[in-house]
C-alpha cells in the first residue's frame, strides 16, 4: 500500500505527519520524500544514506555537419527547445521536455541522445524503515520527470521486497502534487482550520477527486479558525481521519528536528489510530465502496 | 537587404508599437525602399507556455528581415536574433510604427549588445 501525504496550502503539516508514520508503522516500509524542490523528511528521520544515483533527462545533440537546416525538429518541438535560425541549429537545454521527437522525425539522423542533469536521488535506511528521496538540482525548473525516476527507483525497491510506503508529497495542486499522489492507494489531506489552509483544502480536494483514490483528512493546528473545514468534509463525505492540536510543545519539538509521534503518548496514539484509518480507508475502498461519488 | 520588422498592435504604419518582442500581436514588416508594408500575424504566441520568443525570432528571420524595433527582448529571443544576424534596435515604446521606422531611418536607434528583459518575461 502506497500512502501519500500530501496538502493545498504548503507548512500544514505534511512532513510532521509523514515522519510521524514512518516512525509508528507495524508493517515493513519505505519512507518516501517526493517534495524534491525542497526535500525535508531527513532531516526528521536521520536516514543512513546507502546509495546514490544522478537522474537525467534526454536532450538533443547536433551534428551540424549532417544537418540540412530541414527545420523538421523545430516544427516537431512544442516548447521551442529546438530552432532552426538561418544555418544554425539552436538547442536550449532548459526547455527540453525530453520527448525524443525531434531525434527521432530527423531525416539525417544529425541529432543524437544528450543529457541534462535532474537531480539526485539517494536511499538508505531510517530506523526500522526504509528511506529514499529525491533532491532537484538547483535551477531544474522541471519537477515531474525526476519524481518519476524516484518512483521508479520506488516502484524497484517494493518489487524486491513488498512493503508500504508512505511518501511526502510536494505542496500545491499543480502537475508536482499530481505527479507524486497519483499512483498513492490512499491519500492523506494534512490542512489546518485557518482561511488560506481551508481555501487550498478546496483545491486539493477539487485537484485529486477526478484520480479516484481514496481520501481523508488530517487536521492539524486544530483549535484555530472556524469550521468551515468540517463542514466542508462533511458535505463531500470526506472523512476527517485524526486532529492534530495547536500546541507549543508541537511546534517547539518540530522546530528542534523531532517526530512529534514521539513526544507523548497521547499523540503517538494518535498516529496510531491514523494508521489503522488509512488501512480502514484502503480495505474499504477495495470492497469496491464508491470513493467520494 | 533593407526589410525590417517592427512588433505592433496591428498591422499598419499608423497602428502603435508592441512593446513585447515574443508576444507581440504581430510584426509590420517595411521595405525602406518602397516604404511598402507587410504584416505577420504572432497571435500563436498566446497560447504558447515559453518559447514565444524563439518562436517569433524564427517567424521573422523566416521573412528575411535584417533589424528588429521593438520593446523589450530576453535572452534566448536575442540569442535566436542574433544566431539570424537580425540586428535589434530596442527599448522602443510609445510610438506608431511609422515613428519607430523614422527614428531609426535618422539614425538615432542604437543597435542592442544584449537582453533587456529576464526570460519568460
Known amino acids: ?293 | 537587404m533593407s526589410k525590417i520588422a517592427i512588433t505592433s498592435e496591428g498591422p499598419g504604419l499608423d497602428d502603435l508599437m508592441d512593446p513585447r518582442f515574443g508576444r507581440a500581436a504581430g510584426f509590420v514588416v517595411v521595405d525602406l525602399e518602397t516604404m511598402s508594408t507587410g504584416y505577420i500575424d504572432n497571435g500563436q504566441s498566446q497560447i504558447m507556455a515559453q518559447g514565444a520568443g524563439i518562436q517569433a525570432a524564427q517567424l521573422i528571420a523566416r521573412a528575411g528581415v535584417t533589424c528588429l524595433l521593438t520593446g523589450y527582448v530576453g535572452p534566448k529571443a536575442f540569442q535566436a536574433l542574433s544566431a539570424a544576424g537580425i540586428g535589434i534596435g530596442q527599448n522602443l515604446e510609445g510610438l506608431t510604427v511609422r515613428e519607430a521606422v523614422e527614428r531609426f531611418r535618422n539614425g538615432s536607434v542604437q543597435m542592442a549588445t544584449g537582453p533587456n528583459r529576464e526570460a519568460g518575461r
Not at chain 1, 17 to 39: F, G, M, N, Q
Not at chain 1, 159 to 178: H, N
Not at chain 1, 222 to 227: E, I, V, Y
Request: a negative charge.
Open chain 1, 1 to 293: 500500500m502506497i500512502v501519500s501525504v500530501a496538502s493545498g496550502k504548503g507548512g500544514t503539516g505534511k512532513t510532521t505527519v509523514a515522519a510521524s508514520l514512518a516512525t509508528i508503522w507495524d508493517r515493513p516500509l519505505v519512507a518516501v520524500d517526493l517534495d524534491v524542490e525542497e526535500p525535508n523528511l531527513h532531516l526528521f528521520l536521520h536516514p543512513e544514506i546507502e546509495g546514490g544515483e544522478t537522474g537525467h533527462m534526454e536532450v538533443p545533440v547536433v551534428d551540424e555537419l549532417r544537418c540540412t537546416f530541414c527545420c523538421a525538429c523545430s516544427d516537431l518541438c512544442q516548447f521551442k527547445a529546438i530552432a532552426v535560425m538561418g544555418k544554425l541549429v539552436l538547442t536550449f537545454p532548459e526547455m527540453c521536455h525530453g520527448c525524443g521527437g525531434c531525434i527521432a522525425v530527423c531525416p539525417e539522423k544529425a541529432l543524437s541522445p544528450g543529457k541534462r542533469e535532474l537531480g539526485e536521488m539517494s536511499w538508505g535506511r531510517a530506523g526500522a524503515a526504509d528511506f529514499l528521496m529525491g533532491r532537484l538540482r538547483i535551477g531544474e525548473a522541471m519537477s515531474p520527470p525526476f519524481m518519476r525516476m524516484v518512483k521508479s527507483k520506488l516502484a524497484e525497491m517494493i518489487a524486491a521486497s513488498a512493503r508500504d510506503a508512505i511518501v511526502d508529497a510536494p505542496p500545491g495542486v499543480s502537475c508536482p502534487a499530481v505527479t507524486a499522489v497519483m499512483d498513492s492507494d490512499v491519500i492523506v489531506l494534512v490542512t489546518e482550520p485557518t482561511p488560506f489552509g481551508f481555501y487550498d483544502f478546496q483545491l486539493a480536494w477539487e485537484a485529486f477527486v477526478p484520480l479516484g483514490k481514496p481520501m481523508g483528512a488530517v487536521i492539524n493546528r486544530a483549535g484555530l479558525g472556524n469550521d468551515d473545514i468540517y463542514r466542508f468534509c462533511g458535505d463531500k463525505g470526506l472523512p476527517v481521519l485524526v486532529e492534530i492540536p495547536f500546541d507549543r510543545a508541537i511546534a517547539e519539538a518540530y522546530s528542534r528536528g523531532r517526530v512529534i509521534a514521539e513526544i507523548s503518548q497521547q499523540l503517538k496514539e494518535t498516529f496510531v489510530s491514523l494508521q489503522g484509518k488509512i488501512r480502514e480507508l484502503a480495505e474499504r475502498c477495495d470492497a469496491g465502496e464508491a470513493v467520494h461519488a
